[in-house]
């Protein structure tokens, strides 16, 4: 395709020889040790996912009851009564959950759990303080390991209208490792590592098992992924890079900064940039850019028409080497992005003909542009009648709402169904030390204040779009006024209660507001953890940071819980 900028274009390098000693290395494990890896990288899901599916059509039916039983206006659900917030926990279980919370709220333990964690069980060993984190935070953050111990969390979420979103917590620390030398504190983040092709094809196989569960929920079910588990991360970044790179070359053809390229700017940067220059040349790409065929090319046309896997030998025509040409992908990694869309497409056509929704997870900002591609291709392909892929936007960063603006306009001009999650951010402590140590602004909003304001602005873009072109939203959030604004929207563009727009909250955390949700037939979900008190030892680190990090929130369910206990004990 187009050729593209050599000596112009910015954009984060990234050492080529890293990523093929990664992908070499990858290439040479043994086979036996990689056949072992793999076998034991999920437990056995068949019995998790029968009583998965089992709870969530129960909870289908409870919510639908529940809908036409509420008598209470939209506006006027209640979320700050404690005693019907909380009228499906038990006293220990209110006891359990403020134990916790005050936990959290301990933040040199926090700050340093990982560390403590590990002295701990050198001095009193595993046993006693798996035991102890059993009873405590994991109990109250994961459904536990098996069929067995998740029954009775999945049955008690069904029984007041609230379906599971099964999430596996193990999580691999490579960015705590990454980070070690900032600060001298670790930094837990959900990234898969890579260990090998048949790895990433063995966890598509559990997406797979998933979705067949969520396809008995009759159109209700969602599933949610992460490309970083079905391909290797250090590609992720290199293809952000190279569609960087492209969005920079617009930019240079955009000599006015109009947002359009004429015919005239096109051949004048081309000319002054690429070999092939005759007349012929740039006219004729020009045309195949041009979709709209009125003599301008926008950026939604631009990144329409460039394929990233032409970008190797789209540099080889450039007059001298530049950024781009280190972002372009070798055929190596070509053949590893199309082994890992390929991935990806399969479980979006069998997301699409079981009716369940997939939602693409959120990763780093740096792998995040060719996240972002990737579920723009599927939501062209698999959302032509209705929304299936929702992408997931992080509104912590600055960027979020002009990105989102760009993706519904993409989907309208394509004619298919956008779908979003929309999630405050989880990466905030990492996202800021990484600009900081590459001295660049930070791409996190500078204030809560800001971020509160993106969240709730790209909730109203996207709801509009909900109303008057069937698009979908998972409202994601565990702050109240969101969901009060978001509740209110619906109410006043005449969206019922299971019209598009789905709420959900993590096991374990908000529990005043998704409990509220379900038992008013709304679409109330809960994102389930489950493993073993090891495995889902880093994600529970993550909740208690976060906790940590949200003492307002968590500080207003705290005291409705002490409300809670008090009515009840003291009457």
């Not at 009228?87 to 040199?108: E, G, I």
């Not at 209700?220 to 992460?226: E, L």
């Amino acid at each position: 395709m187009l050729a593209v900028l050599a000596r112009r274009t910015g954009g984060a390098r990234f050492p080529l020889s890293s990523l093929n000693l990664v992908v070499h290395k990858a290439h040479l494990s043994e086979a036996a040790a990689r056949e072992e890896r793999a076998a034991e990288v999920e437990p056995d899901l068949a019995p998790v996912i029968e009583e998965v599916a089992a709870a969530n059509k129960a909870a289908v039916v409870a919510r639908r009851a529940f809908q036409r039983s509420s008598t209470i206006a939209p506006t006027n659900l209640p979320f700050d009564d404690p005693k019907v917030a909380f009228k499906s926990k038990s006293n220990l279980d209110l006891m359990r959950s403020l134990a916790v919370f005050q936990m959290c709220r301990l933040r040199p333990i926090v700050d340093n759990a990982d560390s403590i964690l590990a002295w701990s069980k050198r001095i009193f060993g595993s046993t006693l303080v798996n035991a102890v984190v059993r009873q405590t935070f994991y109990k109250h953050f994961v459904a536990g390991k098996d069929k067995e111990e998740m029954q009775p969390t999945l049955q008690y979420l069904a029984k007041h209208g609230i379906a599971a979103i099964l999430d596996y917590a193990a999580e691999d620390d490579l960015e705590a490792s990454e980070q070690d030398d900032l600060a001298g504190e670790k930094v837990v983040a959900r990234v898969y590592n890579y260990e090998g092709e048949d790895l990433c094809d063995r966890r598509m196989e559990v997406f797979l098992k998933a979705i067949d569960a969520a396809s008995t929920m009759n159109g209700h079910g969602f599933v949610a992924i992460k490309l970083t588990a079905l391909g290797l991360p250090e590609l992720l970044e290199r293809v952000s890079n190279a569609l960087t790179a492209i969005r920079g070359l617009f930019q240079q053809f955009d000599d006015d900064g109009n947002g359009s390229v004429s015919i005239e700017e096109f051949k004048r940067v081309y000319k002054e940039f690429f070999i092939d220059d005759a007349d012929d040349v740039p006219k004729g790409w020009f045309e195949q850019l041009d979709v709209t065929k009125d003599g301008q090319v926008d950026y939604i046309d631009w990144t329409g028409q460039i394929s990233l896997f032409d970008t190797n030998s789209i540099a080889k025509r450039c007059r001298s080497r530049g950024p781009f040409s280190d972002a372009a992908l070798n055929e190596e990694e070509n053949e590893l992005l199309r082994k890992m869309l390929g991935r990806v497409d399969r479980l979006a056509a069998a997301a699409a003909a079981a009716g369940v929704r997939l939602m693409v997870d959120a990763e780093h900002s740096w792998f995040q542009p060719a996240v972002d591609h990737a579920t723009a291709q599927l939501q062209a392909e698999h959302n032509r009648e209705r929304p299936i892929v929702f992408g997931t936007y992080q509104c912590y960063l600055k960027d979020a709402l002009p990105r989102l603006a760009f993706d519904l306009e993409r989907a309208r001009r394509g004619g298919y169904r956008f779908g979003a999650k929309l999630v405050r951010g989880a990466y905030m402590v990492v996202e800021r030390r990484r600009a900081a140590e590459l001295g660049v602004p930070s791409p996190i909003h500078d204030s809560l204040a800001a971020t509160h304001e993106s969240y709730d602005a790209c909730v109203a873009e996207v709801m509009a779009h909900v109303a008057d072109e069937g698009a979908g939203m998972m409202v994601a959030t565990h702050n109240q006024a969101s969901i009060e604004a978001a509740v209110a929207a619906m109410e006043e563009r005449g969206l019922g209660p299971q019209a598009g727009v789905y709420f959900g909250q993590l096991l374990g955390m908000a529990d005043n507001l998704t409990f509220v949700l379900g038992q008013h037939g709304y679409g109330a979900y809960k994102y389930v953890p489950f493993g073993s008190v090891d495995e889902a030892m880093p994600y529970l680190i993550r909740r208690a940071q976060e906790n940590s990090d949200m003492l307002g929130g968590v500080g207003k369910e705290m005291a409705m819980m002490r409300r809670e206990l008090r009515r009840r004990l003291l009457g």
